[in-house]
């Protein structure tokens, strides 16, 4: 029986355009509530999930769990190549995600595209969301990334210091840029301020503050362990990005 995911634009799929410059496999994953596409590489993992309830027997729905694998390739690019023009994807013309055995269809009324997986029922990559840790709300996620663009070097220093979120290359100290937060949403206790402190790689945190910025979200938060990993997450309406990069040794 088929099974229709209906959202308001195409806005998602050009995100699936974005995630194709720098994954490879991109994998994809539909259950009964969501449609999830998932990038993995070194030092860094993306979820781009659109959030919308099918429209099909809920007897079908409830059993729906359908997972794809889709290389970079340039049939693929052919494919979502009207989505990719950001003008095109955020018109107010509905959507249609029609998951079948080894395809997703996509459908709106100037485009019919199909996206198929090159390998049936791949296993999907496991990425964790972290929960805990320093936890701030970002204000403006597309000036972070012009700040981390600015950086010299190939890694970055985060530090949470005195309720403010600074960052710096490690190559090169000089300059520090500020990044616009409100509050901690929370706090670990410890107030050593080594203990607030974590490095990631430059190119990981621009592809991850690139792609959340993309779209207006409700809400930006990063947050990170002491000395741990590092967490970018990106809610919109129907739409949010999660972007976990693992800590880098100094």
Known sequence: MDCIFKIPNGLPIYL???LVNDFDPIFCQVCKESVRFLGARDHLSVILKISAS????????SNLN???????TNELKTNINWFRTKSNARKNIMLKISPHEDLLQLSNRNVKAELRSF???PPIPIIPEMNEGICVKIIDLKEMANQVRSI???VVKLKYYKNKLEMNGVEYELPIYKI???????MMEDDDEENKTTYCLKQMLLISSQLASEFEPNSAELRFYP???LQLNSRGNYLSVLCLMTKVKI
């Open 152 to 154: 010299k070097g190939e």
């Open 227 to 229: 000395g741990g990993a």
């Open 119 to 121: 390998i049936k029922d």
């Open 66 to 72: 359908i997972s794809y694998a889709f290389d970079n």
């Open 16 to 18: 699936v355009g974005k």
């Open 54 to 61: 099918p429209q099909c027997d809920p007897k079908y729905a």
């Open 180 to 186: 616009p937060t409100q509050n901690p949403l929370f």
